[in-house]
């Protein structure tokens, strides 16, 4: 089974920036997608950007089109997510997924293709 932990959240001023970091690690395991979900206090969990592994394409929610760039290093199984001009909405725990199955087509905003996920880590912005 994969093991996802994320790491590089933080409190930054509104217009900082922050850069995410997912590592997977496990043996001997198939990518077919990872993402990036956030979730603010009392609200559900939402899609934030995906990379599909087959290609590099990438996927971005439209509140941070523009904003957010996700990126892979396949040799050391990671995915990052650098987060510029960051706004107060941006305040989350945010959350990285991994698909691994191969089969069928890759749905990347919807959590429920996701079969393991990191503990999360705290993104804070004051504005």
């Known amino acids: 089974q994969v093991q996802l932990i994320e790491s590089g959240g933080g409190l930054v001023q509104a217009g900082g920036s922050l850069r995410l970091s997912c590592a997977a690690s496990?043996?001997?395991?198939?990518?077919?997608?990872m993402g990036w979900f956030r979730q603010a206090p009392g609200k559900e969990r939402n899609f934030v950007s995906a990379i599909r592994w087959s290609d590099s394409r990438t996927f971005y929610a439209e509140s941070v089109k523009g904003r957010f760039t996700i990126s892979r290093d396949n040799v050391k199984n990671m995915v990052y997510l650098q987060m510029n001009n960051l706004k107060a909405e941006d305040t989350a725990v945010y959350y990285c997924?991994?698909?691994?199955?191969?089969?069928?087509?890759?749905?990347?905003?919807?959590?429920?293709?996701?079969?393991?996920w990191g503990q999360g880590t705290q993104v804070t912005v004051s504005s």
């Open positions: 496990g043996r001997s395991f198939s990518v077919y997608g």
């Open positions: 997924g991994v698909r691994q199955y191969l089969g069928g087509g890759y749905y990347y905003a919807d959590e429920n293709n996701y079969e393991n």
